[in-house]
């Protein structure tokens, strides 16, 4: 990633005012400009150039093995993964988009299993140049440095599952009887797919921490994710409308179980698989994510940052984005037929009021309050049957079974049934490590961590969870400026409230598995901005402080 100059500059620029700039330059200085944008220009030429050459190639092969289906993608992979290498930040911002699109794009596109791993096609290169970069500078990529001891812990844990409970499945595998088959497995492959859906996005956090440079910078991140949450809801309820008015069938007119199954047929244009029996009262919409559940986690995630833009963003015109952006997430949190949004997002919504002091700030909390109130009281009004329907959904389900009681069943049961102190093997609860072997289904998050590495794998990773959420908190706390002392406040309510859910497994799929650690990043990164606003009248310590902590 490139340093950016260190010169102080007004957050709003004029077109003459930046004219005028320019045209101080020397000559000297404006040849050095031209020389510099060439030098780039051909670079890239040349970069995207070779990985086409390379893609086509590889494309070539692959279509001769698995058809087009495999050969398309194949050559997508090639031309992302190389300028993913070159051009870290981009691929960084190009990462955060694809998150909350990928899965429409991946029907899209035929459903090819490599799509499932496209967003890792942005992450892992750019991962791989920003630890180079950082190694070169002297700059630590692990941020906080508080979170390290506990990281390493986890780690170490994690390897010894997969040296000895998987590599011992792996070379030792259990004997079946003389009519039996044996199933084919490889438990290694297995441990190391779970261990990237365990740990792998941790460095997110340092990606996060140098892809934002300064203020504007974290403008530009914290806008980009209102506006891709804004365009994600307004396509979730456009799918709904469709469905609604018959454009789409769903799961209509099908009989027995299928009424009451999510289906990949039934998709509707955006997202995966969907279930719509509305005659039924069952309604589980996937927005544009693969699944419904996923849609839903992502709507609760997006309480969090709509929230900090609408509360926090310095722009009128943003902070009116962001409470759209606000809005849509709680029409769809009704409309999706997800009960766990249903009950989260107005609940986060009030614990962020709450624990931020936002409440007390009258002069912004009440348009935004009675803006809020004004919307959804219009909804609710002329959807009765459909705020009746959601309502009764939920309290019919919690009385059916209590989510504590679901999540107490859950940790006698893994505990009965694991292996040992180091668990019963990496991914052998992943949904995605299926591929490799036997999965078994576990629908709470610490359960299944209990069920893979064990009580001492459960532990260290409640020690990593926990020093990352006092760090957060003494970070947020230590900001000045009312603004990132507000954002940073949300970000850190959004790390505590995932920290401890234990209720599913949002952090084992996107878009939280992702944002988690991504945010935490941003978190820490806010007193550095402050620092930045307060030493502005100092460009000489300014510029020493970037080199040292800018990439």
């Not at 070169?136 to 994690?158: A, E, R």
């Not at 997110?204 to 991140?221: E, P, V």
Request: hydrophobic share 45%; proline share 5%; with cysteine.
């Amino acid at each position: 990633m490139p340093k950016r100059k260190s010169k102080s500059r007004p957050s709003k620029k004029s077109k003459k005012q930046a004219k005028k700039e320019t045209s101080t330059l020397s000559l000297k200085e404006q040849l050095a400009q031209k020389r510099k944008v060439a030098l780039a220009r051909k670079e890239f030429i040349s970069v995207l150039t070779t990985a086409t050459i390379g893609g086509v190639f590889f494309g070539i092969v692959l279509f001769f093995v698995g058809g087009i289906k495999a050969a398309v993608p194949g050559v997508l992979g090639i031309l992302v993964i190389s300028l993913s290498y070159k051009y870290p930040r981009q691929a960084l911002y190009a990462f955060i988009i694809y998150v909350p699109i990928g899965g429409t794009i991946t029907y899209y596109l035929g459903n090819s299993p490599i799509l499932q791993l496209a967003k890792d096609a942005f992450y892992v290169p750019a991962l791989i140049g920003l630890w180079q970069t950082c190694r070169k500078q002297g700059l630590p990529l692990i941020i906080p440095q508080g979170i390290k001891i506990p990281l390493y812990i986890v780690l170490g844990c994690s390897l010894l599952t997969l040296l000895f409970i998987n590599g011992g499945q792996q070379f030792n595998p259990p004997s079946v009887g003389l009519l039996e088959k044996a199933e084919t497995e490889i438990p290694l492959g297995m441990g190391i797919l779970g261990l990237k859906v365990f740990l792998g996005y941790v460095p997110l956090i340092g990606c996060a921490y140098y892809l934002i440079r300064d203020k504007r910078d974290f403008l530009f991140l914290s806008r980009l994710q209102i506006a891709l949450t804004l365009i994600c809801c307004v396509l979730g309820f456009i799918q709904y409308l469709l469905l609604l008015t018959g454009v789409c069938q769903g799961t209509r007119g099908l009989e027995g179980n299928a009424l009451f199954v999510t289906s990949l047929e039934a998709r509707c244009y955006f997202g995966g698989a969907l279930l719509y029996s509305p005659d039924e009262g069952v309604i589980r919409l996937p927005g544009t994510f693969v699944a419904p559940w996923q849609w839903a986690w992502f709507l609760i995630a997006s309480t969090f940052f709509t929230f900090a833009t609408g509360f926090t963003d310095p722009s009128p015109i943003w902070r009116l984005v962001g409470l759209g952006s606000l809005v849509t997430v709680f029409i769809n949190a009704v409309i999706s037929g997800q009960r766990i949004a249903l009950a989260l997002v107005p609940t986060c919504f009030g614990i962020l009021l709450l624990l931020t002091g936002q409440i007390g700030n009258l002069k912004r909390f009440i348009p935004i309050g009675i803006g809020l109130a004004l919307v959804l009281g219009i909804v609710m009004v002329t959807n009765p049957a459909v705020v009746q329907e959601r309502t009764e959904s939920f309290t019919s389900r919690w009385d059916a079974s209590p989510p504590q009681d679901f999540i107490v069943q859950q940790f006698q049961e893994n505990w009965k049934n694991v292996d040992g102190p180091l668990g019963s093997g990496l991914g052998r609860a992943t949904n995605s490590a299926r591929v490799m072997g036997s999965t078994k289904l576990v629908e709470t998050y610490y359960p299944k961590v209990l069920y893979e590495v064990g009580i001492v794998g459960v532990l260290a990773f409640l020690g990593l969870v926990t020093s990352l959420t006092i760090i957060g908190f003494k970070t947020y706390r230590s900001i000045k400026n009312r603004n990132f002392r507000s954002y940073g406040a949300a970000l850190w309510v959004f790390i505590l409230f995932i920290s401890y859910n234990t209720y599913y497994y949002p952090l084992d799929v996107d878009p939280v598995a992702v944002y988690y650690w991504f945010f935490a990043g941003v978190l820490f990164k806010l007193p550095e901005l402050e620092k930045q606003d307060q030493e502005d009248a100092n460009p000489q310590q300014k510029n020493k402080r970037k080199r040292l902590k800018t990439i």
